[in-house]
């Protein structure tokens, strides 16, 4: 059982500290933090101390402030006497203990005292796995304009699969935050579309079969008929509309697009919106997205779109028409939309582009043959089951790894088709995850053959034990600044003013990377260390806090993936 639970230690915390303790002020600044998986700095003058990551680096510090700051912070770059021991002394609700202070060539080297760090993250892991602090009355609508109207999985391309799985992900990323989260738009029970989404492991909210929205969608007619930027089309409008028939025009209403932005003081949209005339989808589309909004349920809301760029253009246009309107949901007035792009995807290794489906058909036959190559003949549902989550695993790590705005290159050959050991994508994160499952049933096996006693309270653990370099640096670089990561997309979209313009970016990627990066350097670890040894009394101590460490490095894992809504496998 875990003890009370307090304060998580920080990152962010520590290095705002020992800023603000290196300059003598009396308070610390709001410091900002890069990746908690990089060399991380406050946001002081010139970035006084940086968090270490390499395992280089690691074995002497953790915190450094550079030999060239000091210089700038005192006349010789000596740090006096008291400032070390202020810097030693800190002592905060989220600050890392400290062991040692001293002066190197480099700069002032902090070091943590790692045995009660240990303690303190291993005896309370949920503080660390945890939802981060709730986003209290905060909601954010996502809109995923690739999904309107109602698609079928054969037209779905690659860079829209990309625009829907960011969605998803986004989705998940903000309810573990805290936000009340929509999705938009709705899918019919039982559509194609929704069968190819539930392959990948995608939940999109569903209605009945010949379900309609068109009591909204009258109402919002209504409401054009009466808004200050909209008339009656002319014939001018209609061809440039390209001749739209009157099943896609409705009833020829032209809003001024231009008058929008700048009455409404609108910032960042396309100099080239003008006026528009209104269609029967681009009504569907709002009707779509007030339910959404009335369904989001906080004080609070963003409204956020997630467009390919060829649609950029047009969903620009959409969100000044829904203006136009005055965001008829309730809490309409005080909502803000952005626009968050994704960039194209293409493939190599093709003579043709790839549709998804094409795509997931493709990596779904790659991955069978991996696991038949490996294991021979895998048949039966539990294979069967085994396959489907590792495609989806390797689509949305493909899809999922670069950052939201760049572009994305798909190697389909059938020789660079990822292993189970040799990639670096999806299936290398849940290969890891598999041993991580092994490495814990042979425990409890041997736990009941009486070889190895049962894993005592954590309080009881000797964390000094814990001494190779490769079990700090999981802690250090994954476990303690995991909810960082988790809480950097709230925090973007909450920073950004009216004036920022529409466009937000946010780091989709960090999941992803944050996974692989984990992966590779547990890998290391596991490979070098020989974690159930004999069974000797006087090892029991080392494999018990050994364990006590993994098992909070696997159930990272199981939250890191469940971020991306991949479930994680007991064996690959």
Known sequence: MEGAEGSPLRISCTVRALSSALRGDLEADAGSQRSPLGRSSSAGPGGLWFKESSAKNLRSRDFLAPAAVLKKLYPDGQVPGPVVQRLLSLQAPGLLPLGACEASAAGL?????????????????????????????????????????????SSLSLGQLRAVLVTDHLAALFRKQGFSVSLCPVLEEGSDIISFLRLLGVDWPTVSTGWTNRETEQALWEALLKSPYAEEAGAGDLEAAGGASSEKVGRRIRVDIRRVIQEQRLQGYDPSLTTCLVLKDSVAHLAQLEGALSRCQAAACTV?????????FRQQQVAVLWQAVGLRAPGGPGVRQRLLLCGPVQTSGSDSELSACQYLQLRRAQMREASEMKYGEVQGQAWDDIIRVMTSATVKFDLLSSAHHSPVTLDVRREACVSTKGGRGGVFVLYNC???????????????????????????????????????????????????????SGQALGELGREAGPRISLGTEAVCKFLVSLSMDFSSYYNRVHILGEPRPHLFAQMLSRLRLLGAVQRLFHCALEMLHVPPLRQL
């Not at 005896?123 to 079928?152: F, K, T």
């Not at 956020?304 to 950029?312: D, N, T, V």
């Open 109 to 153: 080297r902090v070091r943590a005292d790692r045995p009660a760090v240990f303690r303190d993250v291993l005896e309370h892991p949920s503080l660390y796995l945890g939802p981060p602090p709730g986003q209290l009355g905060r909601g954010v609508v996502l809109n995923c304009p690739v999904l309107h109207p109602r698609p079928s999985s």
């Open 304 to 312: 956020l779109h997630i467009a390919g760029s060829p649609g950029e």
């Open 434 to 488: 598999a041993r991580l499952a092994t490495l814990f049933a042979n425990y409890q096996q041997a736990v009941q053959q009486g070889l190895y006693p049962q894993m005592p309270e954590a309080s009881q653990l000797d964390f000094t034990c814990l001494k190779e370099e490769g079990e700090w640096l999981l802690l250090f670089n994954y476990i303690i600044p995991f909810l960082e990561l988790l809480e950097q």
